[in-house]
């Protein structure tokens, strides 16, 4: 029972922190270099001028969400889409920032709006499968994660976002697999990073759960 619950509360930790990597950030973001304070005052400035620009909105809501400022950056996403009803960046990130917010639910509308535009977009289809694992809805938000592999294998994304399901699921050695296809694609980004020290836990569980280590199949 106390190895039980040590594994438990290590796991709890393990996904805390991967679900904490960044990666489930506005995936239509602004660039990094950029301060997104004077980004913002920058934007406001061209707002005043051209108020009705949906990616001015767009753009501005990046900059807030990057300050950490949740609403604004949700009304700004909304205002995009108000005046450009087809615009797939801000049609994302306003689901994933009512995902973040807790409205998974409400989100799902804007992600399937987004699909029916970009259907082949797996930033689009795994962040829907994000609200869809916080709606406990696995077996559809993995689904999703595995469509985005069949479209791009290359990509770390959906390949880390499986890693994270199956490691909740304590499905160990198919997350190991998963989080070392991410290592192989880009071992110095910060998913390739953080999924090789997620390995290193879930390495050290095996034995407890019984499950047998196995090396990487090969592509």
Not at 53 to 72: C, I, M, S, V
């Amino acid at each position: 029972m106390l190895v039980r619950s040590r594994r438990l509360w290590v796991v709890a930790g393990l996904l805390a922190v991967l679900s904490a990597s960044g990666l489930f950030a506005t995936v239509f973001a602004a660039d990094e270099d950029r301060d997104p304070v004077q980004e913002e005052k920058e934007l406001r400035e061209q707002l005043a001028k051209s108020p009705n620009d949906p990616e001015l909105h767009f753009k501005l809501g990046n900059a807030l969400y990057d300050q950490g400022k949740r609403p604004e950056a949700q009304a700004e996403f909304e205002n995009a889409i108000t005046l450009k009803p087809d615009h797939v960046k801000a049609l994302v990130n306003l689901g994933v920032v009512m995902n973040e917010n807790g409205y998974s639910e409400e989100a799902l509308p804007y992600f399937d709006r987004a699909i029916a535009l970009a259907p082949k977009d797996i930033t689009v289809l795994c962040n829907k499968g994000q609200a869809l694992y916080a709606l406990r809805q696995y077996p559809k938000a993995i689904a999703l994660y595995q469509e985005s592999i069949r479209l791009e294998p290359r990509n770390q994304l959906p390949h880390y976002l499986l890693g994270v399901a199956f490691a909740d699921a304590g499905i160990y050695r198919e997350a190991i697999e998963e989080w070392r296809r991410v290592v192989e694609i880009d071992p110095r980004s910060e998913a390739g990073i953080t999924a090789a020290e997620g390995i290193k836990v879930l390495q050290e569980l095996l034995p407890q759960t019984g499950q047998a280590q196995e090396p990487a199949k090969a592509k």
